[in-house]
T-cell receptor, first 110, second 113 residues
Framework: KQEVTQIPAALSVPEGENLVLNCSFTDSAIYNLQWFRQDPGKGLTSLLLIQSSQREQTSGRLNASLDKSSGRSTLYIAASQPGDSATYLCAVDSNYQLIWGAGTKLIIKP | DAGITQSPRHKVTETGTPVTLRCHQTENHRYMYWYRQDPGHGLRLIHYSYGVKDTDKGEVSDGYSVSRSKTEDFLLTLESATSSQTSVYFC????????????FGEGSRLTVL
């Protein structure tokens, strides 16, 4: 059974730092992996989607990598800003079902 | 933005009462999903639909039913609400083009007293 873990559950860093969020999964047979952002009281917004055949995807200051063999994905945020404060969730498409991590709550201190 | 609206956004009800949450989309997406989100858990799939009148169960479907009589509307019903169903409920649709991208509504916060 696929399991997805995000560690740490919360992270606080000063503005301007580069940072990495982690997502690990137990079964490497995945279709794709997605990273989402959730602001308090809001729905989820898709940030990046990496297909199983891809190694990384980039969007602006965000870069997501995928290493299926080790069961890991990272979300790299460059030059963090207070507006990046949110909860970041990863979800693995495994056997046509999305399995979700519990998220990392990120706080960027001005 | 898939134009997904959920209603009601907030509801407080009592144990044993029926509750229906509505999800409406404007993009004509085929696949629609209902999730619940609880502290310390990832999102958990309740039910999903792959077309009008075509639905299937997710991992936490007990106590919930769904209906999809039109492409744009997906209803989630709690026949007899329990306190364990206090949660935030999210509707999502799957974008077209086989990319696998999901679009979410803003959630419905349900409190069962």
């Amino acid at each position: 059974k696929q399991e997805v873990t995000q560690i740490p559950a919360a992270l606080s860093v000063p503005e301007g730092e580069n940072l990495v969020l982690n997502c690990s999964f137990t079964d490497s047979a995945i279709y794709n992996l997605q990273w989402f952002r959730q602001d308090p009281g809001k729905g989820l917004t898709s940030l990046l989607l990496i297909q199983s055949s891809q190694r990384e995807q980039t969007s602006g200051r965000l870069n997501a990598s995928l290493d299926k063999s080790s069961g890991r994905s990272t979300l790299y945020i460059a030059a963090s800003q207070p507006g990046d404060s949110a909860t970041y969730l990863c979800a693995v498409d495994s056997n046509y079902q999305l399995i979700w991590g519990a998220g990392t709550k990120l706080i960027i201190k001005p | 933005d898939a134009g997904i609206t959920q209603s009601p956004r907030h509801k407080v009800t009592e144990t044993g009462t029926p509750v229906t949450l509505r999800c409406h989309q404007t993009e004509n997406h085929r696949y629609m999903y209902w999730y619940r989100q609880d502290p310390g858990h990832g999102l958990r799939l309740i039910h999903y639909s792959y077309g009008v009148k075509d639905t299937d169960k997710g991992e936490v479907s007990d106590g919930y039913s769904v209906s999809r009589s039109k492409t744009e509307d997906f209803l989630l019903t709690l026949e007899s609400a329990t306190s364990s169903q206090t949660s935030v409920y999210f509707c999502a649709t799957l974008g077209e083009g086989n990319t696998g991208e999901l679009f979410f509504g803003e959630g419905s916060r349900l409190t069962v007293l």
